[in-house]
Nanobody, 120 residues
């Protein structure tokens, strides 16, 4: 079983920056990728960024391009999401997820998420 613990959320001013972290522990030996998802009230959770663990290759959703940077620290088994230029419509709960395998393996969530609120 894998445990995921998100941190780093909070209140940020519009135009400001924030960095989220997610530490993975447990049975991560088959980890293929990790990702960040966001969810706003009344909407489904959506992927905003993902990273292939072994090569560090990143990919972003259209909404995340240009203002998000995902990275990972293999030694710490931690994935980060750096968010800049926050907009007032950006508040959401961010969750990290892990993919334990390459082919058609669904994302697994485990953390409580971390809330990001943007003030005008």
């Amino acid at each position: 079983q894998v445990q995921l613990v998100e941190s780093g959320g909070g209140l940020v001013q519009a135009g400001g920056s924030l960095r989220l972290a997610c530490a993975a522990s447990g049975r991560t030996c088959s980890r293929y990728a990790m990702a960040w998802f966001r969810q706003t009230t009344g909407k489904e959770r959506e992927s905003v960024a993902r990273i292939l663990w072994s090569k560090g290759l990143a990919a972003y959703s259209d909404s995340g391009k240009g203002r998000l940077t995902i990275s990972r620290d293999s030694a710490k088994s931690t994935v980060y999401l750096y968010m800049n230029d926050r907009k007032p419509d950006d508040p959401a709960v961010y969750y990290c997820a892990i993919q334990l395998g390459r082919h058609a393996v669904p994302w697994s969530f485990g953390g409580q998420g971390t809330q990001v609120t943007v003030s005008p």
